[in-house]
Nanobody, 126 residues
C-alpha cells in the first residue's frame, strides 16, 4: 500500500510559477514510476510528466515541454513539478500517481498507476 499526498497548488496569474510536491509513503522501495496528470472540468485526465523514482528518466507531455520540470528526491520519496510560464489553460486539478511495477514504456497511460493522491487545484488567471 502506498499513500500519496500532493501539495503546492493555488491561484496564480498567467506567466507565474508554482511548485507542486507529491510525497509518497508506504511500500516505496524499488524503481517506481511516478507521474503527474491533470484534469480540467469536463475533460479527460491528461498526462503532464513522469519520472522514475531514481530520477534517471523523465518525460513530458507536449504542452508542458520547456515550461514544466519534474524532479525527485529519492531520500524523501517525493516528486516535484515546477511549473513556469503558466497559462490559463493549465488550470486543472493536478494528481500524482505511482506505478509500483515501473512500467516506463506505458508512462502516459493513467491506467497503469495503482495509487493516486487526492489532487491539488491549480488555477491560472488571465
Amino acid at each position: 500500500q502506498v499513500t500519496l499526498i500532493e501539495s503546492g497548488g493555488g491561484l496564480v496569474q498567467a506567466g507565474g510559477s508554482l511548485r507542486l510536491s507529491c510525497a509518497a509513503s508506504g511500500r516505496t522501495n524499488g524503481n517506481y514510476v511516478m507521474a503527474w496528470f491533470r484534469q480540467a472540468p469536463g475533460k479527460e485526465r491528461e498526462f503532464v510528466a513522469a519520472i522514475t523514482l531514481s530520477g534517471a528518466n523523465t518525460f513530458y507531455g507536449n504542452a508542458m515541454k520547456g515550461r514544466f520540470t519534474i524532479s525527485s528526491d529519492n531520500a524523501k520519496n517525493t516528486v516535484y513539478l515546477e511549473m513556469n510560464s503558466l497559462k490559463p489553460e493549465d488550470t486543472a486539478v493536478y494528481y500524482c500517481g505511482i506505478d509500483p511495477r515501473g512500467r516506463w514504456s506505458s508512462r502516459t497511460d493513467p491506467n497503469i498507476y495503482w495509487y493516486w493522491g487526492q489532487g491539488t487545484q491549480v488555477t491560472v488567471s488571465s
